[in-house]
Structure formats: structure tokens, C-alpha cells
Nanobody
Framework: QVQLVESGGGLVQPGGSLRLSCTASGIIFSNYVVTWFRQAPGQERELVAA???????KYADSVKGRFTISRDNAKNTMYLQMNSLKTEDTAVYFC?????WGQGTQVTVSS
């Protein structure tokens, strides 16, 4: 049974930074593509970034150059470093691994 625990969300001013973490248990983490999604109020859930088992990465156009996805297979953990945050980045952020969603963590960018 896959379990995911997210952390790192919060309130930050525009231009600030946050790092999200998602730690998995119950799977061989290194075998899976891991992905971050986000969902803003009233909007569809959207892909933010993904990282493959070979550490190839993919980003939504809206976050390219500002966000970095990474993984530490020894810790069964994936990260999303978010820099130069904008108000439009405000959303609940979810990790997805092996068909299982994390519980979500709120990111609010506001002055």
C-alpha cells in the first residue's frame, strides 16, 4: 500500500521561495516517474513538473525557469523547489506516484 506524505507549503510573498517535499512508503520509489500537480480554486488540476527514473524532467510552461523538480531515491522523497513565486502560483499542490495522490499542501502567494 502506497502512502505519500507532503510538506513544505505555506504563505509567501511574491518573489519568494518555498520547497515542497513528498515522501513515499510502500513502493520501490526509484522505479517510478514522480509528478507534481496543482489545483487552484475553481480550476482543473494541472501538471506542474515531472521527473523520470533517469532524472529527465518536464515542466509546465508557466513554471519553467522558476521551479525545479528533483528526487532523492535513497530517501524515497521528491522535491519541488519554487522560486520567484507569483500570485498565480497559489494553489493546492499534490504529488502523484504509482497512481496514488498525496494529501495536498496549500501554497499561498500574497503580499
Amino acid at each position: 500500500q502506497v502512502q505519500l506524505v507532503e510538506s513544505g507549503g505555506g504563505l509567501v510573498q511574491p518573489g519568494g521561495s518555498l520547497r515542497l517535499s513528498c515522501t513515499a512508503s510502500g513502493i520501490i520509489f526509484s522505479n517510478y516517474v514522480v509528478t507534481w500537480f496543482r489545483q487552484a480554486p475553481g480550476q482543473e488540476r494541472e501538471l506542474v513538473a515531472a521527473i523520470t527514473t533517469n532524472r529527465g524532467t518536464k515542466y509546465a510552461d508557466s513554471v519553467k525557469g522558476r521551479f525545479t523538480i528533483s528526487r532523492d531515491n535513497a530517501k524515497n522523497t521528491m522535491y519541488l523547489q519554487m522560486n520567484s513565486l507569483k500570485t498565480e502560483d497559489t494553489a493546492v499542490y499534490f504529488c502523484l506516484i504509482a497512481g496514488t495522490w498525496g494529501q495536498g499542501t496549500q501554497v499561498t502567494v500574497s503580499s
